[in-house]
């Protein structure tokens, strides 16, 4: 009996003692929810006492040079390439026109009157020159090439005596002689026949010449008592000076040429050798070397949007990533019709069109930039002093078609700047104050709405 009572009374002193527990934690939730709604924390406190967030975006005005620029890429190369593709002339009945010697490597510099190659042991030489090579050049010819070729001479140290500009005449003759001379190789006849050989128009004139001459001297030996026949003397003087023209023109269209194959033109020296694919043996293929001359400049494309923008005589700033150099330059020439950019397909020929620009550099570029990829930033237009500009975000056009700006002063308040826009670039626009109103460097326009 005893124990049976002991053991209610335990029990029930456990029962008293979770329920206080399970009490005692309800009064401690609500503590917290009641600390959670009315207790905050200084920082807290602070930024509820504050002003609210700003609701707009605003920016300074500005008064600085404005400019609108457009920035692209460019190679830097010669003003002038030319790809070497000599046929030469076969010799004792080859087959094709080999490569018998390479004088240059890739990457040198020449000087005019160099033998670069040989093809069937006949030299490809350099000459100063902007008209590219398109015929042979023989005695008797008349044109500008010849004149180019007279010139060139002449720079290289061979006179071409008394002879007419732009006629290959006799001193021209014994100049382009000389000038094979120096380079260590005997001139191509231009009647393909050497002198004094049989088949040479010149020795077979002279033969003419001299059977003329015999004729008439037999004709002016007449016997005593015997008369002269003076028709054929006639006849046999004007065949003399027939003979005689004949062997003129035969000489002036006769000794040393410079073919076609033989001679580059190059506007400027030293020029470089920019490839060279040539090897002693090898076939006179479509192309055995690519040569540059001139100063360096700066190629490039252009967007159609961005071509209507650009044009010659605007100023470049010219940057080598790899040397870190700035150079000043000047626009050329924008090309008036796209063309596909090298290494696109057909089906790319949408994407990879632009218009070919030329930037020449202010100071000439050292040879070190030469097949380089630079960055070209191009002012296409500037203001030319300081103006006030604004971000073009912040210009507005009413249904009036007025432009305006919203300014934001001092103490939150809003009022409208009716303006004129002028040169726009880089993001910025240039404006004016319109109707009296008034607008200063410094002062806050609003360009968005904050989220």
């Given at each position: 009996?005893?124990?049976?009572?002991?053991?209610?009374?335990?029990?029930?002193?456990?029962?008293?003692?979770?329920?206080?527990?399970?009490?005692?934690?309800?009064?401690?939730?609500?503590?917290?929810?009641?600390?959670?709604?009315?207790?905050?924390?200084?920082?807290?406190?602070?930024?509820?006492?504050?002003?609210?967030?700003?609701?707009?975006?605003?920016?300074?005005?500005?008064?600085?040079?404005?400019?609108?620029?457009?920035?692209?890429?460019?190679?830097?190369?010669?003003?002038?390439?030319?790809?070497?593709?000599?046929?030469?002339?076969?010799?004792?009945?080859?087959?094709?026109?080999?490569?018998?010697?390479?004088?240059?490597?890739?990457?040198?510099?020449?000087?005019?009157?160099?033998v670069l190659l040989?093809?069937?042991?006949?030299?490809?030489?350099?000459?100063?020159?902007?008209?590219?090579?398109?015929?042979?050049?023989?005695?008797?010819?008349?044109?500008?090439?010849?004149?180019?070729?007279?010139?060139?001479?002449?720079?290289?140290?061979?006179?071409?005596?008394?002879?007419?500009?732009?006629?290959?005449?006799?001193?021209?003759?014994?100049?382009?002689?000389?000038?094979?001379?120096?380079?260590?190789?005997?001139?191509?006849?231009?009647?393909?026949?050497?002198?004094?050989?049989?088949?040479?128009?010149?020795?077979?004139?002279?033969?003419?010449?001299?059977?003329?001459?015999?004729?008439?001297?037999?004709?002016?030996?007449?016997?005593?008592?015997?008369?002269?026949?003076?028709?054929?003397?006639?006849?046999?003087?004007?065949?003399l000076a027939e003979a005689?023209?004949?062997?003129?023109?035969?000489?002036?269209?006769?000794?040393?040429?410079?073919?076609?194959?033989?001679?580059?033109?190059?506007?400027?020296?030293?020029?470089?050798?920019?490839?060279?694919?040539?090897?002693?043996?090898?076939?006179?293929?479509?192309?055995?070397?690519?040569?540059?001359?001139?100063?360096?400049?700066?190629?490039?494309?252009?967007?159609?949007?961005?071509?209507?923008?650009?044009?010659?005589?605007?100023?470049?700033?010219?940057?080598?990533?790899?040397?870190?150099?700035?150079?000043?330059?000047?626009?050329?020439?924008?090309?008036?019709?796209?063309?596909?950019?090298?290494?696109?397909?057909?089906?790319?020929?949408?994407?990879?069109?632009?218009?070919?620009?030329?930037?020449?550099?202010?100071?000439?570029?050292?040879?070190?930039?030469?097949?380089?990829?630079?960055?070209?930033?191009?002012?296409?237009?500037?203001?030319?002093?300081?103006?006030?500009?604004?971000?073009?975000?912040?210009?507005?056009?009413?249904?009036?078609?007025?432009?305006?700006?919203?300014?934001?002063?001092?103490?939150?308040?809003?009022?409208?700047?009716?303006?004129?826009?002028?040169?726009?670039?880089?993001?910025?626009?240039?404006?004016?104050?319109?109707?009296?109103?008034?607008?200063?460097?410094?002062?806050?326009?609003?360009?968005?709405?904050?989220?």
């Open positions: 009996m005893m124990s049976s009572t002991g053991e209610r009374t335990g029990l029930s002193r456990r029962k008293r003692a979770v329920a206080a527990v399970a009490a005692g934690a309800v009064v401690l939730s609500g503590a917290a929810v009641w600390t959670s709604a009315f207790v905050k924390s200084p920082a807290q406190a602070a930024a509820d006492a504050g002003p609210p967030a700003p609701d707009v975006l605003t920016a300074p005005v500005e008064r600085r040079v404005l400019a609108d620029t457009v920035v692209t890429r460019g190679t830097v190369s010669a003003s002038q390439t030319v790809e070497l593709a000599p046929a030469g002339a076969t010799v004792d009945g080859s087959a094709a026109p080999v490569v018998t010697k390479v004088m240059v490597r890739s990457g040198q510099t020449f000087a005019a009157g160099r040989e093809v069937s042991g006949r030299p490809v030489f350099a000459l100063p020159g902007a008209l590219p090579v398109y015929r042979d050049l023989k005695p008797g010819s008349h044109g500008d090439d010849v004149r180019q070729l007279q010139q060139a001479l002449k720079s290289v140290g061979h006179s071409t005596g008394s002879d007419p500009s732009g006629t290959y005449g006799t001193g021209t003759k014994q100049a382009v002689a000389a000038l094979y001379a120096a380079i260590g190789y005997e001139p191509v006849p231009a009647s393909g026949m050497a002198e004094g050989s049989e088949g040479d128009p010149v020795a077979a004139a002279r033969d003419g010449v001299k059977q003329a001459q015999r004729q008439l001297d037999g004709l002016l030996r007449t016997e005593p008592g015997k008369k002269q026949d003076a028709t054929a003397v006639r006849y046999a003087r004007e065949d005689r023209t004949h062997l003129a023109q035969a000489e002036a269209k006769s000794g040393p040429m410079v073919p076609a194959s033989e001679v580059v033109f190059l506007s400027g020296f030293p020029a470089r050798v920019d490839s060279l694919t040539a090897k002693v043996g090898g076939e006179a293929g479509e192309k055995l070397a690519t040569v540059s001359a001139g100063r360096l400049v700066v190629k490039g494309s252009l967007g159609a949007q961005e071509k209507d923008l650009i044009r010659p005589g605007q100023k470049v700033e010219l940057l080598s990533e790899v040397y870190s150099e700035k150079v000043t330059a000047t626009v050329t020439s924008v090309a008036d019709a796209p063309t596909a950019a090298e290494g696109g397909d057909q089906g790319e020929a949408a994407d990879s069109q632009g218009y070919a620009v030329v930037v020449k550099p202010d100071t000439p570029l050292p040879a070190r930039l030469a097949g380089q990829d630079v960055r070209l930033t191009i002012e296409a237009a500037t203001s030319g002093k300081k103006v006030l500009v604004v971000p073009v975000s912040a210009l507005s056009a009413g249904a009036d078609s007025r432009t305006s700006v919203t300014v934001l002063g001092a103490s939150g308040e809003r009022h409208r700047v009716e303006v004129r826009a002028g040169t726009s670039g880089d993001g910025y626009t240039e404006v004016v104050p319109a109707g009296g109103a008034r607008l200063s460097a410094g002062d806050k326009v609003v360009v968005g709405v904050a989220r």
